[in-house]
């Protein structure tokens, strides 16, 4: 991902993040799964954090691509890559 996909990225997310109301409940659930999910999603970088939220937020990704400019298939590629991440260490 280069600087202006980066920054793009960035700046979506934060309007989304302005955009979002959540409940300060969502959370509080202290299951064994639960925590090793919050665990997961600490170890991801900016970047992989970013594409999660534009993903849930779009539930698609040629959306996605369209905004970053790069190809749908980059987009499910590196969703997959974040999600598979996230399962292995949540096993």
């Given at each position: 991902?280069?600087?202006?996909?980066?920054?793009?990225?960035?700046?979506?997310?934060?309007e989304?993040?302005?955009?979002?109301?959540?409940s300060k409940?969502?959370?509080?659930?202290?299951?064994?799964?639960?925590?090793?999910?919050?665990?997961?999603?600490?170890?991801?970088?900016?970047?992989?954090?970013a594409?999660?939220?534009?993903?849930?937020?779009?539930?698609?990704?040629?959306?996605?691509?369209?905004?970053?400019?790069?190809?749908?298939?980059?987009?499910?590629?590196?969703?997959?890559?974040?999600?598979?991440?996230?399962?292995?260490?949540?096993?």
């Amino acid at each position: 991902m280069n600087d202006d996909e980066l920054q793009r990225l960035r700046q979506r997310v934060a309007e989304m993040k302005d955009a979002m109301i959540v409940s300060k409940d969502i959370f509080c659930d202290d299951s064994p799964k639960l925590r090793k999910l919050k665990i997961s999603l600490t170890h991801l970088n900016e970047g992989e954090r970013a594409l999660l939220y534009l993903y849930a937020e779009m539930h698609s990704f040629r959306k996605m691509s369209e905004l970053l400019g790069v190809s749908h298939m980059t987009c499910y590629r590196e969703v997959s890559r974040i999600v598979k991440q996230i399962k292995m260490e949540c096993l």
